[in-house]
């Protein structure tokens, strides 16, 4: 199976060439590029102990075709193909019926729906490796999308035309930035995590386990999330890398503008906990609230300028219906004066919460204090 992965299955499928311009501004972000495939061969390493690598591709076949990933979804169907079919029955029907819900409707992907996969025989590294390999293809299917409207769009940067936006007045109905929104459900209050499944206890973790909190996160052992996802601690590492190379790289997008994708994404989503921590992030860099309580009531045309508007309607564009984004998606975005490179970072940061909320959302839930 690992011999069956293209250099780079993106580029392969979308696909993309050397010399084109899509290709070329991806590859400006070869980090992200090289942790993503990494990540794939993580995934689908036919020697992963537990979910059988039958088992593994049926369920991203399913969510890529769910998710109107249709080229990935035939790729993944072919490598099902070739590999010992996985028998059918209530074990397989349980990862089927999870992955489904996680692939167009996370918000459903409750505690109820994650406990069934231990009741149908999958352990809990196991149901750590379903929840990746989900989340994962959820990822996939949007950058993909995102950069095939690139490349129908065919073009490299444009000059910006004049910012629009105007000076900053707080509007007086919100609370002043780094006091807590809270409107409708969401919030900018930090909130805590608890998980569903058990969580590896810290003195059981083994030195490469270990390794890979430390990279991961500051606070990754004291962390539910980081406890629960290091029981495959490859998979982990790897999207470590993806999500710190996509929300920190220097240049192109401006950091506030990655969050602000990131509590869309969220809100879009129903991920209460996600939107709480990257809204408040949004707040600390931006030093404003005003989008973030518009995107928390409503965020089908929130924004404070035609840039801000062009990224929350792309954010929800790209979350919602994959299949559809084409190269006109693209023509707000670059109306309101982004590059090139800005654009794919904010294809990354809205294709990361796909995953990032696809793991927040469906082990765990979020708890005050």
Not at 109 to 137: K, N, W
Not at 258 to 287: I, M, P
Not at 350 to 367: S, T, Y
Request: net charge neutral.
């Amino acid at each position: 199976m690992t011999q069956a992965f293209p250099p780079d299955l993106i580029d392969a499928l979308v696909p993309l060439h050397p010399g084109e311009p899509a290709h070329t501004v991806r590859h400006q972000r070869d980090k992200v590029v090289a942790a993503t495939q990494a990540c794939l061969q993580s995934v689908f390493d036919p020697q992963l102990a537990g979910l059988s690598l039958g088992e593994r591709l049926v369920a991203a076949a399913t969510v890529a075709q769910l998710s109107g990933g249709a080229a990935l979804g035939a790729w993944y169907r072919q490598q099902l193909a070739a590999v010992r079919q996985p028998a059918a029955g209530p074990r397989l029907d349980a990862i089927l019926v999870f992955a489904s819900t996680l692939a167009t409707r996370p918000v459903e992907g409750d505690r109820e729906a994650l406990l069934r996969l231990p009741a149908a025989g999958l352990a809990t590294a196991d149901v750590v490796t379903l929840g990746q390999l989900i989340s994962l293809v959820a990822y996939q299917v949007r950058v993909i999308a995102g950069l095939q409207a690139l490349a129908a769009e065919g073009r490299g940067d444009v000059a910006p035309p004049a910012d629009d936006a105007e000076a900053f007045v707080h509007p007086a109905n919100l609370p002043p930035p780094g006091e807590p929104l809270r409107i409708g459900g969401f919030t900018s209050a930090t909130l805590g995590w608890k998980a569903w499944l058990p969580v590896l206890p810290l003195d059981e973790a083994t030195p490469r386990q270990l390794e890979v909190l430390k990279a991961s996160h500051p606070k990754a052992t004291s962390s539910d999330y980081y406890m629960t996802l290091i029981r495959q601690p490859e998979i982990l590492e790897q999207r470590s890398i993806v999500f710190n190379a996509i929300m920190y790289a220097p240049g192109g997008l401006s950091r506030a503008e990655r969050e602000l994708a990131a509590t869309v994404v969220s809100r879009v989503n129903g991920c209460v906990y996600c939107g709480s921590v990257h809204a408040q992030r949004f707040e600390q860099l931006a030093k404003r609230n005003d989008v973030i309580a518009q995107v928390f009531v409503q965020p089908q045309g929130a924004g404070t300028s035609a840039r801000e508007r062009a990224i929350v309607q792309a954010s929800i564009e790209l979350t919602r219906e994959p299949a559809g984004f084409g190269a006109a998606r693209l023509a707000p975005l670059r109306a309101a004066g982004l590059s090139s490179l800005e654009i794919l970072d904010l294809l990354h940061a809205i294709a990361i919460f796909a995953w990032a909320n696809r793991l927040m959302q469906n082990l765990g839930e979020p708890v005050e204090g």
